[in-house]
């Protein structure tokens, strides 16, 4: 596994991951760069341009909304940091609540890939649900800030204040009025309880096929999805906590490991188990 140096200070709204935030600076998650040759066309030239600029705004969005909270960045400060006009930002995006949801849906949509690209038909439930957890894994490791906007998301983090449109946003929105905010987040928020709904059924089904088998015992299978994806997430979540209760990167591959050890040994019929 990489390893990088230490993150920066810890932002006022959610301190960064240890080492986290550095691993794979590349443009996994904000897109890729333009690739120029001597071929290239004018128009062509022009739609590189573009997605160099839509790159460019997720990622200081994404900077932004993780320092400082949704509500406390503004688009004058997105349009600084990304290095482009403040008109830019409404021409590929509308308002800052519609960036907002597109930085999520890109989060939400890596999520979900790194777990369904893991599942093999071929595989049995046990082996099933230990690459699901690996995958879910290397999605952090590959896309930390991501991660984040999501436990963001999930614990109410970017619906931290009253207004979108505090001080620089010129008042803006989607629908010619005061915008507030509270529409995306909750657009958001069902957008992820949907997605999450999905990956917890895809759980429960190797659960429920495990319990056919008569590999796994009688269990809910839901609440046991519930437990497994929670146990993975605050395990990785781990990572940002100093003190006993912290979990460094390094260790997280033997920790996930140990912990399915557990919950799949739970799950075992008892002759299994060795009871």
Not at 21 to 32: F, T
Not at 234 to 248: A, D, F, M, S
Request: glycine share 10%; charged share 25%.
């Amino acid at each position: 596994m990489r390893h990088a140096p230490p993150a920066s200070a810890a932002s006022a709204d959610f301190r960064p991951f240890p080492q986290a935030d550095v691993i794979h600076q590349d443009s996994r998650e904000n897109g890729p760069g333009p690739q120029r040759g001597p071929g290239t066309i004018p128009g062509n030239r022009l739609e590189q341009k573009k997605q160099e600029k839509v790159a460019a705004i997720f990622k200081a969005a994404q900077d932004l909304f993780l320092a400082q909270g949704y509500h406390a960045a503004t688009v004058d400060q997105i349009a600084h940091l990304a290095g482009v006009s403040v008109g830019s930002v409404y021409v590929y995006f509308k308002s800052k609540e519609r960036l907002c949801l597109a930085l999520l849906d890109k989060a939400l949509e890596a999520q979900e890939r790194y777990l369904l690209e893991a599942i093999d038909p071929a595989e049995d439930p046990i082996t099933t649900l230990r690459r699901l957890g690996r995958a879910y894994l290397r999605f952090f490791l590959d896309h930390p800030r991501f991660f984040r906007l999501l436990m963001f998301l999930e614990h109410g983090g970017i619906d931290h204040g009253s207004s979108d449109n505090g001080g620089s946003d010129h008042g803006r929105s989607d629908n010619g009025g005061s915008d507030h905010g509270t529409r995306g987040v909750e657009i958001s928020l069902e957008t992820y309880d949907r997605r999450t709904e999905r990956l917890l059924q895809v759980l429960s089904s190797q659960i429920i096929e495990g319990i056919h088998r008569g590999i796994f015992r009688e269990v809910d299978p839901a609440r046991a999805a519930r437990f497994l994806w929670g146990s993975w997430t605050g395990v990785i979540g781990l990572t940002n906590h100093t003190g006993p209760t912290g979990v460094r990167i390094e260790d997280l591959p033997r920790t996930l490991e140990l912990g399915a050890d557990m919950v799949l040994g739970g799950l075992l019929r008892c002759a299994d188990r060795g009871d």
